[in-house]
């Protein structure tokens, strides 16, 4: 993920970015049914467990999930909040583009 890059939503989290990694977005996915470890993601995901934790590293450096140590082992569990600010977002952009769509700019 490079960083250099203009923010697409949110200068938060840049939810959009972290999203767009197909596997990241399959991760998101299943920690939206509730917390879940490396192993269970890797059995639903059918990755190898150092790409999944890979790929939850960078979920949780952008603040969409939180890591909950529980014995032996780490649950992952998805933060609400960051996505719902980039829905926010969009259904705004959606109401601008909505609202200017015949707002033609002279050449």
């Not at 938060?12 to 269970?40: F, K, S, W, Y």
């Not at 583009?97 to 050449?107: F, K, V």
Request: some cysteine; charged content about 20%.
């Amino acid at each position: 993920m490079s960083f250099n890059q203009p923010v697409l939503i949110s200068a938060e989290v840049d939810v959009i970015r972290v999203l767009a990694d197909p596997l990241r977005a399959q991760l998101v996915e299943l920690l939206a049914n509730g917390p879940a470890c490396t192993c269970h993601l890797v059995t639903d995901t059918g990755a190898k467990q150092p790409t999944v934790s890979h790929h939850l590293k960078a979920l949780k450096d952008a603040g969409l999930v939180v890591a909950e140590p529980r014995g032996r082992f780490t649950y992952y569990r998805l933060l609400p909040d960051p996505l719902e600010r980039s829905a926010a977002a969009l259904a705004a952009l959606a109401e601008q583009a909505r609202t200017n769509a015949n707002q033609l700019r002279e050449c």
